[in-house]
């Protein structure tokens, strides 16, 4: 059955770091693989500048593969992550790399990577985006009784973008399927909350690349499921 959503979109804010995304003990093992020494004691804020100026110390190379190595050297081989060392300070892996699986995580390596060396690695670019959502029926609101699965909120957000938007372009036909695996690349976070009897604010992070065309859009009719 076909629900009508009407869509408000509040916010698109661009981010370069994930709040939460680096924890004490992610700055404590990161420090360990650099052989820092004793960092028993330090605050949070202290481990996480220790980290930096650690990376800075570092060859460039060396610095992107000790944090890919921390962050996916469970999924990827050692010669992927070494090749993958030296495209991070050109590209922006967590829009390029081939499987849209890695971007989140790939995010989160570039934004601790740029916050140490800005000269030397893109900035990351994420939006968080905002939305209002209203429906009037009850079989749509019962969507909404749960936070929604990604495919349905990257069907929901596309359908306020322009159809030469990349998300169109390069997943127009998969969105139609119901089957969507790519959409978890898409939509890294979501965050539902009620915002009224037929509404609710819904909160999503992705990358700029794919969710930034929202940023055109003020509001949307959606026919998303």
Known sequence: MSHTFHVDVRDVIEIEEIDGTWTADDFRALLDAMDFGDHAGMAEDELREMCLMSLQDQDPNDAAYLVLRYVIGD????????????????????EEYVDPAFHERLFRVGSLLYAARPQVFPKTDAVRVTLEVRCPDAEGRALFDATPDEAFLVRLVADG??????LHRFYGDQMKQAHFPE????????????????AWTVELIGSHYWLGPLDDTKSFESNAA
């Open 183 to 198: 959409a978890p690349g898409i939509v890294w976070i979501s965050e539902v909350s009620p915002a009224g009897p037929e």
């Open 161 to 166: 973008m322009d159809a030469r938007a990349v």
């Open 75 to 94: 999924a990827l081989r050692d010669g992927q992550l070494r090749n993958m060392s030296s495209e991070m300070q050109d590209e922006k892996l967590w």
